[in-house]
């Protein structure tokens, strides 16, 4: 089963992602959280300590993994039955994605992170266990100022839609409110 938690900074949508996971823990399932986030500035650091006091209080014993650019092969990595994986978030994943390839291959940045985005569609669709995505949904506001943010935003939005297309459910989480998109 596949499920996506769309909704914007500060929604709720990890939190409620999280929730998703604690009925299969209470029935002994292995939960794996993977982390996307980088710590490149001290505002990152303090969201991602907010995030490790958030699974130390969870009641739910995470297996932390921390991926920031290889989500498809962690994913087949800790696939297996019984077991949820939990990955938060796919917009930091893309944001971390597209600045490596800014910063190192300038030429081929499109055709990359097109072979990453194939990589992790196929492998969502061959996993056996839970899988839980978190995601931003950025396309309810205006459109940014400069070329890699509308990159980012237009790849953001393309991902979110290729993903719902093969999730079993998709949740949209508006001020700490699920909304059922897909059920």
Known sequence: MIHLVLGGARSGKSRYGESLAEPFAQQGHRCVYIATATALDDEMALRIK???????DSNIDWKLVESPLALACTLKHYDAPNTVLFVDCLTLYLTNYLVACEETHRDGVDDLWQQQKQALMACLTSLQGQVILVSNEVGSGI??????????????GWLNQAIAQVADKVTLVV??????LKR
């Open 50 to 56: 907010r995030h490790q006091q958030d699974r130390l």
């Open 143 to 156: 459109v940014p100022l400069g070329e890699l943010s509308r990159r980012f935003t237009d790849e953001a």
């Open 175 to 180: 001020a700490g409110l699920p909304l059922e």
